[in-house]
């Protein structure tokens, strides 16, 4: 079975651009999270989405959104980057309740 | 706030050399701790799952136990495939299934 799948590995944007990032979880799996790891740091918690709702939101600006679609895909929109959204963003997908997420390889986005 | 705290930052093994990393956790009704690998430019790759104080689940050269207030990662024997960054995390109960991550220990095992 396929895990989760991430879009585009690798992304240069400038300040002030905007980005999407986009995930495909593992097939049956409903809940889609995003994360955002920064170099030598533990993953942070950006958003939940179960069966397209939000069901959860980490402490990041309204700069960062997404949502997740019918077939559970998800994209992640950051608007107006700053060179401190450089970083890697992971997404993961899990059964529900507190059982193991499944991370993709992620996306790692260079601001310059 | 639950908080999670990895020890050390990084460790450096020869191989054969074994050793164990802590993580020590703060959060209001355990309701499992995570471990996870992550290897460089990767996503992090699920390990284990505790759920009680007492538990023990082994894969390998890897051991994970689990007290009220910290668990160990045991590696035993550790081989050059075992560096990688080790990952442990919590479910927090706000927030859906939201994990909050320590910052991990990085560990090299040197041939």
């Known amino acids: 079975d396929a895990g989760v799948t991430q879009s585009p590995t690798h992304l240069i944007k400038t300040r002030g651009q905007h980005v999407t990032l986009r995930c495909s979880p593992i097939?049956?799996?409903?809940?889609v999270s995003w994360y955002q790891q920064v170099l030598g740091q533990g993953p942070q918690f950006i958003f939940q989405?179960?069966?397209?709702?939000?069901?959860g939101r980490g402490n990041f600006p309204d700069r960062f959104s997404a949502r997740q679609f019918p077939n559970y895909s998800s994209e992640l929109n950051v608007n107006a980057l700053l060179l401190g959204d450089s970083a890697l963003y992971l997404c993961?997908?899990?059964?529900?309740?507190?059982?193991?997420?499944?991370f993709g390889n992620g996306t790692r986005l260079t601001v310059t | 706030e639950d908080q999670v705290t990895q020890s050390p930052e990084a460790l450096r093994l020869q191989e054969g050399e074994s050793s164990s990393l802590n993580c020590s956790y703060t959060?209001?009704?355990?309701?499992?701790l995570f471990w996870y690998r992550q290897d460089p430019g990767k996503g992090p790759e699920f390990l284990f799952t505790?759920?009680?104080a007492g538990e023990e689940k082994e894969k390998e050269r890897l051991k994970a136990t689990l007290t009220k207030k910290e668990s160990f990662l045991h590696i035993t024997a550790p081989k050059p495939e075992d560096s990688a960054t080790y990952l442990c995390?919590?479910?927090?109960?706000?927030?859906?299934?939201?994990?909050?991550f320590g910052g991990g220990t990085r560990v090299l095992v040197k041939p």
């Open positions: 993961a997908s899990s059964l529900p309740r507190e059982t193991p997420l499944h």
């Open positions: 097939s049956g799996h409903k809940s």
């Open positions: 989405y179960y069966e397209k709702e939000e069901r």
């Open positions: 959060v209001s009704g355990l309701r499992g």
């Open positions: 505790l759920y009680s």
């Open positions: 995390a919590v479910p927090t109960l706000a927030a859906g299934n939201k994990l909050t």
